[in-house]
């Protein structure tokens, strides 16, 4: 069946993932890369449309300036950015302790989508809770989340 087709597929990429030698792929930093990756590309994509005047934006009246989105976006990506860089220089430095044991055998495709689900139920809670904290918090809320709120319209990297 279906299950079977996909659990294939997920075993074929692992495959030559591993024959080919990738030995990023153990660095405990190569999701957190992921991440950012994907992250940057959505800040990006949004930094288009607003660029662009896009008329799928939901608040139309309100077009954020370049210096405001240079403003929001630099600081994120260089802080961001920095943190994937050190853990990847860190990698380098000290591989055997900074990499992880990739099984074997590949999981299952219902066992890919658990792990999945599983992650963004995590991220999800600890994002909620750096939120919070970035209200609760005076010093962080004052300093660093306040530039978050000064805008009254959300855009890609406020």
Same mark, same amino acid.
């Given at each position: 069946?279906?299950? $079977?087709?996909?659990?294939? @597929?997920? @075993?074929?990429?692992?495959?030559k993932c591993l024959e080919h030698g ?18 940057? @590309? &959505? ?14 934006? =939901? *608040? ?15 600081? *994120? =990506? ?6 994937v860089v050190i853990g990847w220089v ?13 099984? $074997?055998?590949?999981? &299952?495709? =219902? ?17 909620y809770w750096q939120h919070r904290a ?18 009254? @319209? ?5």
């Amino acid at each position: 069946g279906g299950l $079977e087709v996909m659990d294939e @597929a997920v @075993a074929w990429t692992y495959g030559k993932c591993l024959e080919h030698g990738m030995p990023y792929l153990t660095n405990m930093y190569f999701e957190a890369t992921l991440t950012y990756l994907v992250w940057f @590309a &959505t800040g990006m994509y949004f930094t288009y449309l607003d660029v662009t005047r896009s008329p799928t934006k =939901i *608040q139309k009246d309100y077009w954020p300036t370049n210096w405001e989105m240079l403003s929001c976006a630099v600081p *994120q =990506i260089i802080v961001y950015g920095l943190g994937v860089v050190i853990g990847w220089v860190q990698w380098v430095k000290h591989p055997q302790e900074m990499s992880q044991v990739i099984q $074997e055998a590949p999981p &299952t495709f =219902i066992e890919m989508i658990f792990q999945i689900v599983v992650t963004f139920l995590i991220f999800d809670f600890v994002m909620y809770w750096q939120h919070r904290a970035l209200h609760t918090v005076p010093w962080l809320r004052n300093n660093l989340h306040s530039v978050h709120h000064v805008f009254s @319209a959300p855009f890609g990297w406020a």
